[in-house]
């Protein structure tokens, strides 16, 4: 499975969009990109997934680069909730399966009021 | 909105006792998982479960724990003898399809004392 690489912090003030960068360079073609995040200890919550295309949902907008080596995750207008730990995974489904999700260190997302 | 329901929230137990750890996933959904956090670490997976028998497990999960289906609606992860290096929030997960849109729990806290 392709590693990913994230900042461990970021900053983003209230009201503005959030862009959070992922790399993953050896991501192979049936790899998807998933973004999950957390929030202060609770479990953590799927945000979106894309293959190849940009993504939006309403939560946020998931942007990937056309040779697919890295993705951003946009919230558009960041509020204090969005503060948490967010996670980039890349995975392939496998059919038959329950595959696991392995949780990196991740980015914490402070949003300043 | 449908969600992952974990009991209890906060289990306080003596080193070397049974603790069991319940899950009601999403109805509908077919691949189960728990996975555990100690404290100020990365979540860590522990077993993933589908068609009523095991897909993964890491190494985290040795003879000490198994995992239960019991009646189609609850899902289970029993710890036989608890050591203190046990004690993390536990998350169950639930997923309706081979991909990866997870949906956690809000997690039990154990502690073993």
């Known amino acids: 499975d392709a590693k990913t690489t994230q900042p461990p912090s970021m900053d983003c003030a209230e009201g503005r969009a959030a862009n959070l960068p992922c790399n993953h360079s050896?991501?192979?073609?049936?790899?998807?990109v998933y973004w999950y995040r957390q929030i202060h200890s609770q479990g953590p919550q799927y945000i979106i997934h894309?293959?190849?295309n940009n993504e939006t949902n309403e939560m946020a907008s998931l942007i990937i680069t056309e040779d697919r080596k890295s993705s951003t995750l946009i919230l558009p207008h960041a509020t204090l909730r969005d503060t948490a730990v967010y996670y980039c995974?890349?995975?392939?489904?496998?059919?038959?399966?329950?595959?696991?999700?392995?949780f990196g260190s991740g980015t914490q997302l402070t949003v300043l009021p | 909105e449908p969600e992952v329901t974990q009991t209890p929230s906060h289990q306080v137990t003596q080193m070397g006792q049974e603790v069991i750890l319940r899950c009601v996933p999403i109805?509908?959904?077919?691949?189960f998982y728990w996975y555990r956090q100690i404290l100020g670490q990365k979540v860590e997976f522990l077993v993933s479960?589908?068609?009523?028998?095991?897909?993964?497990k890491s190494e985290i999960f040795d003879d000490q724990f198994s995992v239960e289906r019991p009646d189609g609606s609850n899902f289970t992860l029993k710890i036989r003898s608890t050591k203190l290096e046990d004690s993390a929030m536990y998350f169950c997960?639930?997923?309706?399809?081979?991909?990866?849109?997870?949906?956690f729990g809000q997690g039990t806290r154990l502690t073993v004392v």
């Open positions: 479960f589908y068609n009523n028998e095991i897909s993964e």
């Open positions: 050896t991501i192979s073609g049936n790899e998807y």
């Open positions: 109805s509908n959904h077919l691949y």
């Open positions: 894309g293959l190849k």
């Open positions: 995974i890349v995975r392939a489904p496998r059919s038959g399966s329950a595959r696991q999700l392995t």
């Open positions: 997960a639930s997923s309706g399809s081979v991909g990866y849109e997870a949906f």
